[in-house]
């Protein structure tokens, strides 16, 4: 029996990185066709889902259908200044019973996964965590964060640097600010609504940005095309 909670945890925790997961930063390949087709166009310079500058802590809650308990997940979804993403990384906890605290992150594919990846928290000792699971547009991870006092460390931290190694064997850091954490975890959660509904207008504005950059680059090469003629 204990062997099976065990599993059951384990597929309530797969289920909630991907569902909270990709519903909190789950533009990936909206902001990578803005990428490609806006060349060196302007910047998304605030969230694609709460309309806040880009970069920001965000907390979702929602009711586990498993685990018949509230879950709540405070992350951080890091981006470029083009909206691109890079990585995410979120503390999550259940409102009531046992906390079952986890650290769970996510990060682009083509990272090693045997090693699994690391976090470390300013200065501190870096502490290792593993992949859990990988689908195209993102690999998943987490670390245990039930005995110890990961989430307060981060809470007076200034900054968790997560570290991950690329299939060539390189150590890629991805430092994320902690300011804002604290009032994120200890706050009210983002209406979900209302994200869904940000993230509507993002896709339609990434949309409309993607056919003015193809109508410009049209036009660029009419206009090529017409003075090579000449």
């Known amino acids: 029996m204990a062997g099976k909670g065990k599993t059951e945890l384990k597929q309530t925790l797969t289920a909630a990185l991907v569902s909270i997961g990709l519903a909190v930063g789950g533009l990936t390949g909206l902001a990578h066709a803005q990428e490609q087709n806006e060349g060196e166009g302007t910047a998304v310079g605030v969230s694609p889902l709460t309309g806040q500058p880009i970069n ?3 907390k979702v809650c929602e009711q586990n259908e498993q685990a018949q308990r509230e879950m709540c997940i405070t992350s951080f979804e890091l981006r470029d200044q083009r909206g691109g993403f890079l990585a995410t990384v979120g503390a999550r906890v ?4 046992e906390q079952e605290k986890r650290l769970l992150i996510s990060v682009p594919p083509g990272m090693l996964l ?6 470390q928290i300013d200065e501190g000792e870096q502490i290792a965590g593993h992949y859990t699971l990988c689908i195209p547009q ?3 991870g987490e670390i245990e964060a039930d005995g110890g006092d990961l989430f307060e460390k981060m809470k007076a931290g200034n900054q968790v640097i997560l570290l991950t190694i690329t ?4 150590t890629v ?12 975890f200890d706050g009210s959660p983002t209406d979900v609504s209302e994200l869904q509904a ?3 207008r993002f896709r339609e504005e990434m949309q409309k940005r993607a056919e003015e950059a193809r109508q410009r680059m049209l036009n660029q090469n009419q206009n090529a095309n017409e003075g090579g003629g000449g």
Request: hydrophobic residues 35%.
């Open 198 to 200: 940000n993230r509507e």
């Open 138 to 140: 993102r690999c998943f």
């Open 167 to 170: 299939s060539r064997g390189q």
């Open 114 to 119: 045997r090693p699994g990846f690391r976090v």
């Open 94 to 97: 259940f409102t009531s019973g």
């Open 56 to 58: 920001e802590w965000i």
């Open 173 to 184: 850091p991805f430092p994320v600010t902690l300011t804002g954490f604290t009032a994120a």
